[in-house]
């Protein structure tokens, strides 16, 4: 009996072992199969021909390609909108808006709006106002200083006088729909939003250098990787708090954004039309005549307008039945706009939401400098300026005009009295005041490698042909030494 | 026996006084016919047997102390005898006594163990005779038997259908105070458990254990709720028992008998909460039992470590207090073991463990765990987690002596690390650490129980890296995303003196106080004040 027991256990035993045998040749891990590229859905050609078509426009001249311009990651181009940091449309294309356009590339990404205890994500548009990249999509038809339209019958009109486009959304859509205007429009919408999403060899290719580097198919130079470190240190650039330089929940890449919101207290960007004190059209002098109404703005407020973000001026479409609700209310949101993915950055200038900064590295000295800088209206405690200090003087200053005239107002692109909103406890705003005195967290060579990595984050590198990477010409004077 | 004693003795004291009022009724009855007689000769024969009566009512009082002190006797050994049961059962909770791994007796000096509390009998020989065997918390290794099982006083196995069920539970709740930055001063419900258990039938038992961690768990609370354990065991021979399901891993003192009775501190030692991420549970197969000469072993086949998740990117500190050092979990087993909550299982871990009991007063042990880990992004090829720590008990007399080291490795890890530079948290190559412990008897009275102890210990939760380093931002840093809370990036090791006294009011709750102080971190010193139960 005894040695029976015994047997037994050993009979176990021998489960066990074998069980844990079986465990450790249990396989290798697999890389997720890469998804074949697959034909775009009627939906999505029609997308794409709505997309490039200018006869939808009121002047004629303006599609959504006009200020999505594809080589610059489907943002704006300067040139296009002759030197304003943002674009220009309306009936005779001179009207200009209020905000730099937006990069569409990973856009589909983006989750729907929300707000959990206070911090809000997602939605579409820079204040998320939009509920989907459908709703997004339709809104630039019929903005006035936009595509013009007056109307969707007007959209409507102008689709079934363009045979090509037409035959393509009756070809994914049908025929039926056109009698009614506003469904023809929502249709055009959904199109686009399919092409944007579909078509991930435009939109989502996740083809650049640092891709690469992830997938192990190429090294970073040391320069890059340092740069990457920078990125990700949360005493340096802290950049990986809000443009996570991992997979999060939304993409099995990194997307180098959270979705997040966050007010950093850029500067105001003088050479907005909207942003001077009467506002006029820069072309015919004549007032603009499409001014939101401001909400939220104290009597006592410093200028005349304010774009505030997420909290006003620009509005929902009621029609957009899921979109973010008005939060005008929310006097701590003012000034919060979301956060954009860095991908392609170095083809995305002017950065920010008003394109303050025409270059990369300005943005970045920025965020270094922005509360550390030899400007005493903006700090009453500056660090000098020399080794070990302050090596920027020039940037992180706020400027009362165009001509560079400092600004008695830090965040002067806020009222003074939301000037609390700022985001002001994270690295790397490390106001001295508050943080004992530290220094800027990045030396100007360190600030040389970040932006350096930025670099790899342009879409169009080939592991087996690394000389044909067209490196954004902003990257490349850095690069060298 | 208890009940039945004192239904005869009041039965039998009834009697008495019936007969007493009888004799008294009769003796008036009888005395009217007889009124003729001469008064004096009715009085003096009304007076014998008075006499009598008293006499009899002497005899029966005198019967009546007598079984009134057998009573208290008897009530005197019932007492013992229950005293004995409860030692005997926090014994069993206690120490690893026939525990998850079979171990035998423990060679505790806390109180709620019986084996090195002056004038108790050691039971370090004898796989705890003083304790039932089946153990009623972390760890049974042995099936349940006839004997009187833990727990059943006052909850234990009821009546009928519910003979085979057995309930328990323990729980902790404290104030820390972080002497250098009282803002952070916290107090918390940190654990309400109960336990369940199921006898099948004398060689199969089921055990469990659910968990309550900071008083509410809901998604807007901090709390958890958590399934600590829940197993079945199966007793194959006299020596060897099988188990299946969730279960304890047999690693160092605390891992399986972590109820605040039967640790000194507040707070569980580093060691075995960031070393040994305790309460560490995997789920899988094991089999243990012991030998003649007082060894007793355990080894299984588990779930394991899942690396893919590692948050290599915390903005902010992953901690800022000691306390939240232990809770949040920034250590690297801490950081990846799974609780079988939809664990990748794709690799299996083995572990084995080995305890020696032979001498009285001693215990003196070991284990290994070591399995592939699910890879963090990155990775090509794989990881190997391995654990392993060895540990010594000494209870001479009064005193209570012992020491641990623990020390974890997780291989081929530089690719992932080299994927994230610049993060403050790559994931380690290697981590240890180790304590040694002393606490003496100092005072006892009837249950009260008074043991101070001093405790020095080192961690470092990242001894070696491979790929990279850990980029720990220097200087003013913001500590949390709260506007304004600044401070130092702490430090992942550390050198820390812990002194302080259990006070047990019982066996089974305990007050406890103690400081805490840290080398590096300094802004960690604190002081704990604390209660801790177990039933």
Redesign the interface.
């Known amino acids: 009996m ?1 040695s029976n ?2 047997t ?2 050993y009979a ?2 021998l ?2 072992v074998a ?2 045998t ?3 040749c ?4 697999e890389s997720p199969p890469i998804p074949a590229v697959q034909a775009l859905s009627a939906a999505a050609v029609a997308g794409e021909a709505l997309f490039n078509d200018k006869s939808l426009s009121a002047s004629g001249q303006q599609s959504c390609a006009t200020c999505h311009v594809k080589a610059r990651a489907f943002t704006g181009d300067p040139a296009v909108d002759k030197g304003l940091p943002v674009p220009l449309g309306g009936v005779n294309m001179d009207e200009p808006g209020f905000r730099n356009a937006p990069s569409l590339m990973y856009a589909a990404f983006t989750p729907p709006f929300s707000i959990d205890d206070g911090a809000a994500s997602g939605g579409f548009f820079r204040d998320g106002r939009a509920s989907s990249l459908a709703a997004q999509a339709v809104q630039p038809f019929v903005t006035p200083f936009e595509m013009a339209n007056q109307d969707a019958a007007e959209v409507v009109s102008r689709l079934q006088s363009s045979p090509d486009t037409l035959r393509k959304y009756i070809a994914a859509f049908g025929g039926g729909t056109l009698g009614d205007a506003n469904a023809t429009l929502t249709n055009m919408g959904a199109a686009i939003a399919a092409y944007e999403t579909e078509d991930v060899e435009e939109f989502e290719p996740f083809s650049s250098k640092f891709d690469a580097y ?1 997938d ?1 198919k190429v090294k970073l130079t040391d320069r890059e ?2 740069g ?11 950049c ?2 809000c443009h ?4 999060q929940e939304f993409s099995s890449h990194a997307l180098f954004t959270d979705f997040s919101f966050d007010n950093i207290g850029i500067p105001r960007n003088w050479n907005i039309p909207a942003n001077a004190a009467d506002p006029v059209n820069p072309f015919t002098g004549v007032s603009l005549k499409y001014m939101p109404a401001q909400t939220n703005v104290p009597a006592d407020a410093e200028y005349t307008f304010y774009d505030m973000g997420i909290c006003g001026p620009l509005v929902s479409d009621p029609q957009d039945g899921g979109a973010r609700p008005d939060l005008a209310r929310l006097i701590p949101s003012c000034g919060q706009f979301k956060v954009p993915t860095l991908r392609n950055v170095a083809l995305t200038a002017p950065y920010f939401h008003n394109g303050v900064f025409p270059e990369i590295h300005k943005a970045v000295e920025w965020y270094i400098t922005r509360d550390i800088n030899n400007n005493t209206g903006n700090n009453p405690t500056p660090v000098p300026a020399g080794p070990g200090g302050n090596p920027y003087q020039a940037v992180g200053t706020f400027f009362t005009a165009t001509d560079g005239t400092p600004d008695l107002y830090q965040y002067n692109d806020l009222p003074v009295a939301y000037d609390a909103n700022v985001n ?4 790397p705003y ?1 106001a001295p005041a ?3 005195g ?1 220094g800027p967290t990045m030396t100007a060579q360190e600030i040389d490698d970040l932006v350096l990595f930025l670099c790899t984050l342009t879409d169009g590198f080939d592991p087996n042909n690394p000389s044909a990477y067209n490196v954004p010409a902003q990257c490349q004077p850095i690069a060298s030494p | 026996m208890h009940f039945t004693n004192k239904k005869s003795l009041a039965t039998r004291s009834a009697a008495v006084l019936a007969a007493c009022a009888l004799g008294a009724a009769t003796v008036a009855h009888a005395a009217e016919p007889k009124s003729k007689k001469t008064e004096e000769q009715q009085i003096k024969a009304l007076q014998e047997q008075l006499l009598a009566v008293e006499m009899q009512l002497k005899k029966l009082a005198d019967q009546n102390q007598a079984l009134m002190q057998h009573q208290e006797q008897i009530e005197q050994q019932l007492q013992q005898q229950q005293l004995a049961l409860q030692k005997a059962q926090a014994a069993a909770a206690a120490a690893p006594v026939q525990s998850a791994s079979a171990l035998p007796g423990n060679a505790s000096a806390l109180p709620g163990n019986t084996s090195a509390l002056p004038g108790q009998p050691s039971s370090a020989s004898g796989a705890g005779q003083a304790a039932p065997p089946t153990a009623n918390t972390s760890g049974t290794g042995m099936p349940a038997s006839a004997n009187p099982l833990p727990g059943a006083q006052p909850g234990g196995f009821g009546a009928g259908a519910l003979d085979n069920v057995r309930l328990w539970g323990y729980g902790e709740l404290y104030y820390s105070r972080q002497s250098r930055d009282t803002s952070r001063t916290t107090a918390d419900l940190a654990r309400a458990v109960f336990g369940i258990g199921y006898r099948f039938d004398s060689k199969t038992e089921f055990n469990s254990e659910y968990e309550v961690e900071h008083a509410v768990a809901s998604s807007e609370d901090p709390g958890e709720f958590e399934v600590e354990q829940f197993y079945v065991d199966r007793q194959l021979t006299d020596r060897a028992t099988l188990r299946a399901g969730l279960f304890l891993l047999p690693f160092g003192f605390i891992n399986e008998h972590h109820e605040p009775t039967n640790f000194y501190g507040m707070q569980r030692n580093f060691v075995e909460t960031l070393i040994i991420p305790s309460t560490w549970r995997e789920g899988g197969l094991s089999v243990h039992g012991d030998t003649d000469f007082g060894i007793a072993w355990s080894a299984g086949v588990t779930t394991g470590v899942n690396l893919a998740n590692w948050d290599f990117a915390p903005e902010f500190p992953q901690y800022t207090t000691a306390l939240e050092l232990a809770n949040n979990g920034p250590a690297p087993l801490q950081a990846t073991h799974q609780e079988l909550a939809l664990a990748s299982a794709r690799h299996l871990s083995q572990y084995v463990a080995l305890n020696y009991f032979g001498l009285p007063g001693l215990d003196v042990g070991g284990a290994v765990f070591t399995g592939k880990a699910e890879q963090a992004p990155g990775t090509v090829g794989d990881s190997r987690v391995t654990l392993w720590e060895g540990h010594a008990r000494w209870t001479p007399g009064k005193f209570d002596l012992s020491a641990l080291y623990a020390h974890g490795a997780i291989s081929n890890v530089a690719d992932a690390n080299l994927a994230n530079p610049g993060s403050p948290n790559p994931i380690p190559s290697a981590f240890y650490g180790y304590f040694v412990q002393a606490a003496y008897a100092a005072w006892e009275y009837g249950d009260y129980r008074l043991n101070p102890f001093v405790r020095w210990e080192y961690y470092d939760m990242g001894s070696e890296y491979s790929g990279t380093v850990p980029q720990i931002p220097t200087g003013t840093v913001p500590l949390t995303d709260s506007p304004g809370d600044f401070g130092t990036w702490p430090s992942n090791r550390d050198r820390v003196w812990t002194t302080g006294v259990n006070f047990y009011v019982t066996p089974h709750v305990v007050f406890k106080a103690d400081y805490q102080w840290f080398d590096l971190n300094k802004a960690f010193n604190r002081f704990d004040l604390g209660l801790g139960l177990n039933f």
């Open positions: 005894v027991n015994k037994r256990v176990w035993s489960l066990v069980a844990a079986l465990s450790a249990g396989g290798s891990s992830v192990g990787v340092n990457l470190a920078l990125f990700n240190n949360p005493g340096k650039g802290n990986t708090a996570p330089s991992v997979h002001a406890g994270e690295v490390t508050i943080a004992g530290n």
